[in-house]
Protein backbone atom coordinates (compact mmCIF):
# COMPACT_ATOMS: atom_id res chain seq x y z
CA UNK A 1 0.00 0.00 0.00
CA UNK A 2 1.31 3.14 -1.35
CA UNK A 3 2.46 5.70 1.69
CA UNK A 4 0.14 8.20 2.19
CA UNK A 5 -0.12 10.85 4.89
CA UNK A 6 -3.22 11.03 5.76
CA UNK A 7 -5.48 13.20 8.46
CA UNK A 8 -8.94 11.80 9.69
CA UNK A 9 -11.24 13.90 11.47
CA UNK A 10 -12.12 10.46 13.11
CA UNK A 11 -9.12 9.05 14.83
CA UNK A 12 -10.76 5.59 14.99
CA UNK A 13 -9.70 5.59 11.58
CA UNK A 14 -5.73 6.14 12.12
CA UNK A 15 -5.58 2.40 13.19
CA UNK A 16 -7.00 0.77 9.94
CA UNK A 17 -4.76 2.96 7.58
CA UNK A 18 -1.72 1.69 9.70
CA UNK A 19 -3.09 -2.19 9.23
CA UNK A 20 -3.79 -1.60 5.66
CA UNK A 21 -0.32 0.64 4.74
CA UNK A 22 1.10 -2.42 6.36
CA UNK A 23 -0.89 -5.06 4.35
CA UNK A 24 -2.74 -6.21 7.39
CA UNK A 25 -6.13 -7.91 6.86
CA UNK A 26 -9.17 -5.85 8.50
CA UNK A 27 -11.00 -7.99 10.79
CA UNK A 28 -15.30 -7.49 12.10
CA UNK A 29 -14.46 -4.74 14.35
CA UNK A 30 -12.39 -2.34 11.42
CA UNK A 31 -15.40 -3.73 9.48
CA UNK A 32 -17.93 -1.80 12.26
CA UNK A 33 -15.74 0.76 13.13
CA UNK A 34 -15.73 1.81 9.31
CA UNK A 35 -18.94 2.19 8.88
CA UNK A 36 -19.70 3.52 12.38
CA UNK A 37 -17.51 6.33 11.45
CA UNK A 38 -18.93 9.68 11.25
CA UNK A 39 -16.02 10.37 8.60
CA UNK A 40 -17.22 9.67 5.50
CA UNK A 41 -14.05 11.10 3.18
CA UNK A 42 -11.92 9.15 5.38
CA UNK A 43 -13.80 6.21 4.85
CA UNK A 44 -13.95 7.04 1.43
CA UNK A 45 -10.12 7.77 0.80
CA UNK A 46 -9.27 4.46 2.83
CA UNK A 47 -11.05 2.87 0.41
CA UNK A 48 -9.74 4.74 -2.63
CA UNK A 49 -6.33 4.24 -2.03
CA UNK A 50 -7.30 0.21 -2.16
CA UNK A 51 -8.94 0.73 -5.81
CA UNK A 52 -6.27 3.12 -7.16
CA UNK A 53 -3.21 0.43 -6.25
CA UNK A 54 -5.68 -2.20 -8.22
CA UNK A 55 -6.45 -0.36 -10.94
CA UNK A 56 -5.20 3.24 -10.96
CA UNK A 57 -8.20 5.93 -12.61
CA UNK A 58 -10.02 2.78 -14.35
CA UNK A 59 -13.58 2.47 -14.57
CA UNK A 60 -15.15 -0.39 -16.36
CA UNK A 61 -18.32 -0.69 -18.11
CA UNK A 62 -19.93 -2.87 -20.31
CA UNK A 63 -22.28 -3.23 -22.95
CA UNK A 64 -24.82 -5.68 -21.86
CA UNK A 65 -28.19 -6.83 -21.67
CA UNK A 66 -30.96 -7.81 -18.74
CA UNK A 67 -33.41 -10.89 -19.78
CA UNK A 68 -36.04 -11.48 -16.91
CA UNK A 69 -37.42 -14.47 -18.23
CA UNK A 70 -40.24 -14.23 -16.14
CA UNK A 71 -41.64 -12.92 -12.52
CA UNK A 72 -43.75 -15.25 -11.68
CA UNK A 73 -41.88 -17.13 -8.34
CA UNK A 74 -42.77 -19.39 -5.70
CA UNK A 75 -41.06 -17.94 -3.22
CA UNK A 76 -42.77 -14.81 -2.82
CA UNK A 77 -39.92 -12.52 -0.77
CA UNK A 78 -40.97 -10.09 1.42
CA UNK A 79 -38.98 -7.44 -0.37
CA UNK A 80 -39.58 -8.66 -3.63
CA UNK A 81 -41.44 -6.12 -6.08
CA UNK A 82 -40.80 -8.10 -8.84
CA UNK A 83 -42.30 -11.19 -8.56
CA UNK A 84 -46.46 -12.06 -8.96
CA UNK A 85 -48.37 -15.19 -8.24
CA UNK A 86 -49.22 -17.19 -11.70
CA UNK A 87 -52.55 -15.61 -12.82
CA UNK A 88 -51.88 -12.01 -11.15
CA UNK A 89 -51.92 -8.76 -12.79
CA UNK A 90 -48.23 -8.14 -14.42
CA UNK A 91 -47.43 -11.38 -14.33
CA UNK A 92 -45.30 -12.59 -17.71
CA UNK A 93 -43.25 -15.04 -18.75
CA UNK A 94 -41.18 -14.68 -22.16
CA UNK A 95 -41.56 -17.65 -24.06
CA UNK A 96 -38.97 -18.42 -26.36
CA UNK A 97 -39.71 -16.46 -29.35
CA UNK A 98 -40.28 -13.38 -27.19
CA UNK A 99 -37.05 -13.82 -25.47
CA UNK A 100 -35.10 -14.57 -29.44
CA UNK A 101 -37.60 -11.10 -30.12
CA UNK A 102 -36.02 -9.21 -27.64
CA UNK A 103 -32.35 -10.22 -28.01
CA UNK A 104 -32.74 -9.71 -31.76
CA UNK A 105 -34.25 -6.01 -31.65
CA UNK A 106 -30.34 -5.02 -30.36
CA UNK A 107 -28.70 -7.11 -32.59
CA UNK A 108 -26.98 -3.31 -34.27
CA UNK A 109 -24.98 -3.13 -30.84
CA UNK A 110 -21.76 -4.57 -29.67
CA UNK A 111 -23.09 -6.45 -26.52
CA UNK A 112 -20.62 -8.40 -24.40
CA UNK A 113 -22.52 -9.48 -21.79
CA UNK A 114 -26.10 -11.28 -21.32
CA UNK A 115 -27.28 -11.71 -18.12
CA UNK A 116 -30.55 -13.87 -17.51
CA UNK A 117 -32.06 -14.16 -14.12
CA UNK A 118 -36.15 -14.70 -13.23
CA UNK A 119 -38.72 -16.29 -11.02
CA UNK A 120 -39.25 -19.30 -9.69
CA UNK A 121 -41.86 -20.67 -11.87
CA UNK A 122 -43.23 -23.61 -11.66
CA UNK A 123 -44.67 -23.69 -15.50
CA UNK A 124 -41.19 -23.96 -17.15
CA UNK A 125 -39.67 -27.58 -17.29
CA UNK A 126 -35.56 -27.41 -16.95
CA UNK A 127 -35.66 -27.74 -20.96
CA UNK A 128 -36.75 -24.26 -21.25
CA UNK A 129 -33.56 -22.57 -19.51
CA UNK A 130 -31.52 -25.06 -21.55
CA UNK A 131 -33.43 -23.78 -24.60
CA UNK A 132 -32.64 -19.89 -23.62
CA UNK A 133 -29.60 -20.89 -22.78
CA UNK A 134 -28.79 -22.23 -26.71
CA UNK A 135 -30.75 -19.58 -27.90
CA UNK A 136 -29.03 -16.58 -26.81
CA UNK A 137 -25.63 -18.24 -27.76
CA UNK A 138 -26.40 -18.79 -31.27
CA UNK A 139 -28.01 -15.08 -31.36
CA UNK A 140 -24.79 -13.58 -29.93
CA UNK A 141 -21.64 -15.98 -30.26
CA UNK A 142 -19.47 -13.58 -29.06
CA UNK A 143 -21.50 -12.35 -25.89
CA UNK A 144 -20.86 -14.35 -22.16
CA UNK A 145 -24.24 -15.96 -20.96
CA UNK A 146 -24.31 -14.79 -17.37
CA UNK A 147 -27.09 -16.75 -16.18
CA UNK A 148 -29.34 -17.71 -13.79
CA UNK A 149 -28.54 -17.05 -9.58
CA UNK A 150 -27.35 -19.50 -6.55
CA UNK A 151 -31.15 -19.75 -5.84
CA UNK A 152 -32.39 -20.29 -9.60
CA UNK A 153 -29.70 -23.25 -9.70
CA UNK A 154 -30.55 -25.18 -6.56
CA UNK A 155 -34.47 -25.16 -7.80
CA UNK A 156 -33.29 -26.63 -11.18
CA UNK A 157 -31.92 -29.31 -8.79
CA UNK A 158 -35.02 -29.51 -6.79
CA UNK A 159 -36.74 -29.92 -10.24
CA UNK A 160 -35.07 -32.06 -12.24
CA UNK A 161 -33.66 -34.81 -8.98
CA UNK A 162 -30.29 -34.11 -10.80
CA UNK A 163 -27.18 -33.09 -8.18
CA UNK A 164 -26.14 -29.15 -8.42
CA UNK A 165 -23.10 -30.13 -10.47
CA UNK A 166 -24.71 -31.84 -13.05
CA UNK A 167 -27.75 -29.12 -13.17
CA UNK A 168 -24.54 -26.92 -13.65
CA UNK A 169 -22.88 -28.93 -16.08
CA UNK A 170 -26.09 -28.93 -18.17
CA UNK A 171 -26.53 -25.55 -18.28
CA UNK A 172 -22.64 -25.15 -19.07
CA UNK A 173 -23.39 -27.21 -22.27
CA UNK A 174 -26.26 -25.38 -23.44
CA UNK A 175 -23.96 -21.81 -23.40
CA UNK A 176 -23.79 -20.69 -19.54
CA UNK A 177 -20.46 -18.91 -18.81
CA UNK A 178 -20.94 -17.40 -15.60
CA UNK A 179 -23.37 -16.41 -13.07
CA UNK A 180 -24.64 -13.29 -11.33
CA UNK A 181 -24.17 -12.89 -7.88
CA UNK A 182 -27.75 -12.54 -6.41
CA UNK A 183 -30.05 -14.34 -4.51
CA UNK A 184 -27.57 -14.35 -1.13
CA UNK A 185 -29.59 -11.17 -0.04
CA UNK A 186 -27.80 -11.04 3.31
CA UNK A 187 -25.96 -14.13 4.76
CA UNK A 188 -28.02 -14.26 8.09
CA UNK A 189 -30.40 -16.76 9.62
CA UNK A 190 -32.07 -14.24 11.08
CA UNK A 191 -33.21 -12.08 8.20
CA UNK A 192 -33.64 -15.16 5.97
CA UNK A 193 -36.55 -16.35 8.24
CA UNK A 194 -38.28 -12.91 8.53
CA UNK A 195 -37.70 -11.72 4.62
CA UNK A 196 -37.03 -14.80 2.61
CA UNK A 197 -38.08 -17.69 4.09
CA UNK A 198 -39.02 -20.14 1.59
CA UNK A 199 -35.70 -19.26 -0.46
CA UNK A 200 -32.46 -21.09 -0.21
CA UNK A 201 -30.57 -19.79 3.72
CA UNK A 202 -27.25 -18.38 4.22
CA UNK A 203 -25.68 -22.35 4.30
CA UNK A 204 -26.86 -23.52 0.84
CA UNK A 205 -26.02 -19.92 -0.78
CA UNK A 206 -22.89 -20.55 0.03
CA UNK A 207 -22.59 -24.54 -0.53
CA UNK A 208 -24.07 -23.62 -4.06
CA UNK A 209 -21.49 -21.03 -5.14
CA UNK A 210 -18.60 -23.21 -3.63
CA UNK A 211 -19.85 -26.07 -5.75
CA UNK A 212 -20.03 -23.60 -8.84
CA UNK A 213 -16.85 -22.62 -8.62
CA UNK A 214 -15.36 -25.30 -7.63
CA UNK A 215 -16.88 -26.79 -11.67
CA UNK A 216 -14.89 -23.52 -12.78
CA UNK A 217 -17.70 -21.08 -13.21
CA UNK A 218 -17.05 -17.66 -12.39
CA UNK A 219 -19.90 -15.94 -10.26
CA UNK A 220 -20.77 -12.38 -8.89
CA UNK A 221 -21.44 -11.95 -5.42
CA UNK A 222 -24.28 -9.33 -3.96
CA UNK A 223 -25.40 -7.83 -0.78
CA UNK A 224 -29.36 -6.68 -0.69
CA UNK A 225 -28.79 -3.81 2.20
CA UNK A 226 -30.94 -0.87 3.72
CA UNK A 227 -33.78 -3.07 4.88
CA UNK A 228 -33.99 -4.98 8.58
CA UNK A 229 -30.38 -6.05 8.93
CA UNK A 230 -28.34 -4.99 10.95
CA UNK A 231 -24.86 -3.22 10.38
CA UNK A 232 -23.40 -6.29 12.21
CA UNK A 233 -24.78 -8.91 10.07
CA UNK A 234 -23.60 -6.88 6.75
CA UNK A 235 -20.00 -6.97 7.92
CA UNK A 236 -20.47 -10.79 8.74
CA UNK A 237 -21.86 -11.02 5.44
CA UNK A 238 -18.67 -9.01 3.67
CA UNK A 239 -16.70 -11.46 6.30
CA UNK A 240 -18.46 -14.92 4.73
CA UNK A 241 -17.91 -14.01 1.62
CA UNK A 242 -14.28 -12.69 2.03
CA UNK A 243 -13.77 -16.43 3.37
CA UNK A 244 -15.40 -18.51 0.89
CA UNK A 245 -12.91 -16.37 -1.85
CA UNK A 246 -10.30 -17.20 -0.18
CA UNK A 247 -11.29 -21.32 -0.37
CA UNK A 248 -12.36 -20.79 -4.17
CA UNK A 249 -11.28 -18.06 -6.06
CA UNK A 250 -14.48 -17.55 -7.93
CA UNK A 251 -15.72 -13.98 -7.05
CA UNK A 252 -15.18 -11.94 -10.13
CA UNK A 253 -17.22 -8.71 -8.39
CA UNK A 254 -18.61 -7.89 -5.55
CA UNK A 255 -22.40 -5.58 -6.07
CA UNK A 256 -23.35 -3.62 -3.32
CA UNK A 257 -28.11 -3.70 -3.62
CA UNK A 258 -29.51 -0.77 -2.50
CA UNK A 259 -32.93 -1.77 -1.40
CA UNK A 260 -36.02 0.41 -2.77
CA UNK A 261 -38.90 -0.42 -0.56
CA UNK A 262 -41.53 1.02 -2.69
CA UNK A 263 -43.88 -1.61 -4.27
CA UNK A 264 -42.92 -4.06 -1.59
CA UNK A 265 -44.51 -5.66 1.76
CA UNK A 266 -41.36 -3.00 3.51
CA UNK A 267 -42.94 -0.04 1.68
CA UNK A 268 -42.92 1.21 5.64
CA UNK A 269 -39.01 1.84 5.31
CA UNK A 270 -37.15 4.35 4.34
CA UNK A 271 -34.75 4.02 1.31
CA UNK A 272 -31.06 4.03 1.63
CA UNK A 273 -29.38 7.42 1.36
CA UNK A 274 -25.91 8.65 -0.29
CA UNK A 275 -24.05 8.61 3.13
CA UNK A 276 -24.79 4.83 3.58
CA UNK A 277 -24.58 4.02 0.00
CA UNK A 278 -21.28 4.96 -0.25
CA UNK A 279 -19.76 4.17 2.42
CA UNK A 280 -21.35 0.60 1.73
CA UNK A 281 -19.10 0.60 -0.96
CA UNK A 282 -15.83 1.61 1.00
CA UNK A 283 -16.48 -0.69 3.34
CA UNK A 284 -16.87 -3.80 1.00
CA UNK A 285 -13.67 -2.83 -0.91
CA UNK A 286 -12.31 -3.02 2.02
CA UNK A 287 -13.14 -5.65 3.52
CA UNK A 288 -13.52 -7.91 0.27
CA UNK A 289 -9.55 -7.65 -0.20
CA UNK A 290 -10.01 -10.39 -2.39
CA UNK A 291 -12.27 -9.79 -4.76
CA UNK A 292 -10.77 -7.91 -7.71
CA UNK A 293 -13.89 -5.70 -8.61
CA UNK A 294 -16.72 -3.74 -6.81
CA UNK A 295 -19.25 -2.23 -8.86
CA UNK A 296 -21.51 1.02 -8.43
CA UNK A 297 -24.78 -0.37 -9.82
CA UNK A 298 -25.91 2.99 -11.10
CA UNK A 299 -29.40 1.60 -11.39
CA UNK A 300 -29.84 1.31 -8.00
CA UNK A 301 -28.24 4.31 -6.29
CA UNK A 302 -28.28 6.47 -9.85
CA UNK A 303 -26.62 7.82 -12.09
CA UNK A 304 -25.00 11.17 -10.17
CA UNK A 305 -24.21 8.80 -6.93
CA UNK A 306 -22.38 5.99 -8.83
CA UNK A 307 -20.05 8.85 -10.30
CA UNK A 308 -19.02 9.89 -6.73
CA UNK A 309 -19.44 6.04 -5.54
CA UNK A 310 -16.09 6.05 -8.25
CA UNK A 311 -13.70 7.90 -5.32
CA UNK A 312 -15.41 5.54 -2.97
CA UNK A 313 -13.51 2.26 -3.76
CA UNK A 314 -15.88 1.66 -6.41
CA UNK A 315 -14.23 0.51 -10.15
CA UNK A 316 -17.09 -0.72 -12.58
CA UNK A 317 -20.59 1.49 -13.24
CA UNK A 318 -21.73 -1.98 -14.38
CA UNK A 319 -23.39 -1.44 -18.10
CA UNK A 320 -25.38 -0.39 -20.69
CA UNK A 321 -28.35 -2.86 -19.21
CA UNK A 322 -31.16 -1.90 -21.81
CA UNK A 323 -34.07 -3.29 -20.08
CA UNK A 324 -33.52 -3.20 -16.38
CA UNK A 325 -37.28 -4.47 -14.95
CA UNK A 326 -36.34 -6.27 -11.38
CA UNK A 327 -35.31 -2.46 -9.73
CA UNK A 328 -38.03 -0.68 -11.57
CA UNK A 329 -40.78 -2.86 -10.15
CA UNK A 330 -39.60 -1.52 -6.98
CA UNK A 331 -39.84 2.04 -7.78
CA UNK A 332 -36.95 3.13 -9.43
CA UNK A 333 -36.41 6.20 -10.70
CA UNK A 334 -33.30 5.59 -12.76
CA UNK A 335 -33.31 5.64 -16.68
CA UNK A 336 -33.84 1.96 -18.16
CA UNK A 337 -30.76 2.06 -19.99
CA UNK A 338 -28.05 4.13 -20.80
CA UNK A 339 -26.15 4.61 -23.62
CA UNK A 340 -21.81 3.74 -23.54
CA UNK A 341 -21.37 7.57 -24.49
CA UNK A 342 -23.62 8.34 -21.44
CA UNK A 343 -21.44 5.89 -19.17
CA UNK A 344 -18.39 7.17 -20.60
CA UNK A 345 -19.43 10.89 -20.03
CA UNK A 346 -19.95 10.40 -16.57
CA UNK A 347 -17.12 8.37 -16.18
CA UNK A 348 -14.56 10.71 -17.67
CA UNK A 349 -16.60 13.83 -15.44
CA UNK A 350 -15.51 12.36 -12.49
CA UNK A 351 -11.86 12.14 -13.12
CA UNK A 352 -11.33 8.45 -14.37
CA UNK A 353 -10.40 6.63 -18.16
CA UNK A 354 -13.31 4.51 -19.43
CA UNK A 355 -12.37 1.06 -19.91
CA UNK A 356 -14.85 -0.93 -21.97
CA UNK A 357 -14.48 -4.51 -20.54
CA UNK A 358 -16.17 -8.35 -21.09
CA UNK A 359 -17.61 -9.77 -18.41
CA UNK A 360 -14.77 -11.02 -17.49
CA UNK A 361 -12.82 -7.50 -16.74
CA UNK A 362 -11.05 -8.17 -20.04
CA UNK A 363 -10.54 -5.16 -21.84
CA UNK A 364 -12.31 -4.68 -25.43
S1 LIG B 1 -36.36 -12.15 -4.86
FE1 LIG B 1 -36.15 -13.76 -6.41
S2 LIG B 1 -36.74 -15.64 -5.31
FE2 LIG B 1 -37.53 -13.93 -4.10
S3 LIG B 1 -39.62 -13.63 -4.85
FE3 LIG B 1 -38.31 -12.22 -6.01
S4 LIG B 1 -37.83 -13.35 -7.86
FE4 LIG B 1 -38.56 -14.86 -6.37
Known sequence: MKEISMEFTDPALLPIHEKLASGRRLDFED???????????GVGRLANLVREKNCGRDAYVVRNEHLNYTNICINRCVFCAFSRDQGEEQAYTFDLSDAEDRLRARLHEPIREIHIV????????FSYYLDLLRMAKEIRPEATIKAFTAVEVEYFS????????????????????????????????????????????????????????GLGVPTNATMLYGHIESLEERVQHLLKLRALQDETGGFIAF????????????????????????KTIAVARLLLDNIPHIKAYWVMITPSLAQVALSFGADDLD???????????????????MSMDEISHLIRSAGYRPVERDAFYNPV
Request: proline residues 7%.
Open 118 to 125: GGLNPALP
Open 31 to 41: GMTLYRSDDLH
Open 319 to 337: GTIVEEKITHMAGARTPTG
Open 158 to 213: RLTGLSVDEVVGALREAGLAMMPGGGAEVLSERVHRKLYPKKIGPARWLDVIRTVH
Open 255 to 278: IPLAFHPENTRLSHLKATGGIDDL
